[in-house]
């Protein structure tokens, strides 16, 4: 699925994939970097629980966001398909500056809000200008191409990743996220060299890709953004490989990005940070 | 260590490093390539046992050289510094068509041999045109740079790597092995980002890197070889890194290998296999 289309004069809010486990009380420079996005104090952030099958996960992330001088923040019940029909949600979602989606189990977001109002406010809010953020199962289900699961390690195989529709928000990139606490750059490559048509990008716990409209990331955390381009690869036995086969990949391009550090998705150009700020 | 000169007319032997656990008796397709190349029936094999401390590893791998059809294959006992100054073990290894180094501590090696008339002999050996393989600790000695040590993981970090002097019989190269097995992506290119000159090549298990005179690398086992070519770096953050930053490495390419593909470091091009010839 494309990103829904933006209105004429507007403009696309940023899509936000965090790698999980961000720092919430002590310097947690990803959410507050995503509310002064939202607008500090005057954010209005909704949140999306239903990846988590914890019953507090929506009123802990209330808690957070309000610490971080957050006034208007709601987390919406939405544990099956038919809360996600539900149109007064839809509305807050459109009506909101930011929208965060937890972690847990990126499947219970693709099956239980997939095709439903929710997603598609989600998908239409974004496209006029509201911010989304998601963290873990969150991000993975931010692009066109989901990654549900796939064995850990290094390299890729021929069954190294599980693909699923996402919510479309971003169609230029696939996602992973805990990447490297979980080891998975093999399944990041599977993923890519299927279809070498969207970059990788795997992003570390407590670090996030800040992608705005122009589709230029920046890098915020304390971890890294490992950017995978397939653009200029020659070669990928992945159409004949047999399971449990060493694959051959030619020609990838491998980028370590830590904060401050950006990557432009258009002109596949990474440029350092200027100057190291977490000192 | 740059390779010991070439006599005139005379051709170098190959480099041949493997990733470990190479298979000894069921279609040990490493060791039978190496046998070949060295002469078959005829070959004359001297094997290295320093880097283990099991007393039975020389002796094992006489047999699995015998059962390949070697006649003449011979272990020599070298476990102190003084054992490294035989000159009747140098004069056999200037003799031989192959030597083979065994697994086990890389630091046993570079201390118990380094400097010594068995070191010279190994590297005079194979500038003459005798073939060295060495697996595992034999793997990591054979470059100028050995990874002595240094952390498991993906992502590259300030002290993600331990560098010594090695043999010295290549020096285009950085190599690591048990590579997916051990998850070492990640001080492979701390090594390789330290100073970019060389390549890194991370060796799977039953896999080997065969290096022939011209410096053309062909990959050969059931595994797959991970290059990661520096040439094209435009930037890493290694020298303003402090312990636990995160690491910024911009410009790396990537290639994975499996068998029958192969990468030569003089033009820094990978191929892949031609026929896919392991089923």
Redesign the interface.
Known sequence: MCPAKIAKGAERGYVIPIGGGEEKFNAPIVLQRFVELCGSTEARIIIIPTASQLKDTGACYCDVFKKLGVKDVESLTIDTRADAQNESYAAKILECTGIFMTGGNQLRLSTILGGTPIAQAIRRANAAGVHVAGTSAGAAIMPEHMIAGGPT????NEQGVTLTPGLGLINKVIVDQH??QR????RL?SAVSYNPFAAGIGI?ED?AAFIDPAGVIEVVG???V?V?DPSEV??S?MA?A?EG???????????????G?SFDLNTLK????KI?V??
């Open positions: 390690g290094a390299l890729p990447f490297s080891n998975r750059l093999g490559l570390c670090t304390s971890g890294s490992t995978v020659e070669y036995s004949e047999k086969d060493a694959i051959t990949l030619i020609g990838l391009k491998l980028h370590m990005l830590s904060h550090s990474a440029t350092p940070a190291q977490l000192h």
